[in-house]
């Protein structure tokens, strides 16, 4: 199976503008969640999604955005960006566990690296 | 909020010593994973710690989940320079998804050949 892909790997924005993130996950995964990972703050969790709903948000400002599509692909948007915003966004797909005491395993692609001047 | 705090957040070997990374938790976890991340790279899955005291090995890595199931460790036997990256921990985050995991801070391994 082809693993996590996620478009595009490298991306240099300015303050104020926005930019939209893509991720296809790996074929018959239909979790799919996006982190933000920096050198100060480590891997973070931004959101969840599951056939096509947000699961779950973690704690960042509502300029950070997402939406799944009915083929499991992902995208997440950033407005108004910011020079912190600079990071490694990660996007994961989960296999069902079927362990009711485990976690479904993320399997991560490669990211994209956004650099905001 | 669920936090986990994994310790230390650098270590330095020269090739063929042992290395440890310790994971803790203020609350019992229904379970833990283990991810590694190349320099440059992503976290990939390594193996994930279910039942209380709990020990798996994979070659020379060794996984333990505490009895209290509060803490782990991932412990590698005569390190290589293949050993190289970053060793996170990742808990379910209580009251969320699924998909919604707490990672630690990582330890960042280095080996010196």
Not at chain 1, 4 to 21: A, C, H, M, S
Request: charged fraction near 15%; glycine fraction near 10%; aromatic fraction near 10%.
């Amino acid at each position: 199976k082809a693993g996590v892909t996620q478009t595009p790997r490298y991306l240099i924005k300015t303050r104020g503008q926005q930019v939209t993130l893509s991720c296809s996950p790996i074929s018959g995964h239909r979790s799919v969640s996006w982190y933000q990972q920096t050198p100060g703050q480590g891997l973070q969790f931004l959101f969840e999604y599951f056939s096509e709903t947000q699961r779950n948000k973690g704690n960042f400002p509502g300029r950070f955005s997402g939406r799944q599509f009915s083929n499991s692909r992902s995208e997440m948007n950033v407005s108004t960006l910011e020079l912190g915003d600079s990071a490694l966004y990660l996007c994961a797909s989960s296999s069902l566990n079927r362990d009711r005491e485990a976690t479904d395993t993320q399997y991560f692609g490669p990211g994209t690296r956004l650099t905001v001047l | 909020g669920q936090q986990v705090m994994q310790i230390p957040q650098y270590q330095h070997v020269q090739e063929g010593e042992d290395f440890t990374t310790y994971c803790n938790s203020s609350t019992t976890l229904s379970n833990i994973q283990w991810y590694k991340q190349r320099p440059g790279g992503h976290p990939v899955f390594l193996i994930q710690l279910v039942k209380s005291g709990e020990v798996k090995k994979q070659k020379r890595l060794t996984f333990q989940f505490g009895e209290a199931k509060k803490n782990s460790s991932l412990h590698i036997t005569a390190t290589q320079t293949t050993d190289v990256g970053t060793y996170f921990c990742a808990v379910p985050n209580y009251g969320g998804s699924q998909g919604n995991l707490i990672f630690g801070k990582g330890t960042k391994l280095s080996v010196k050949p």
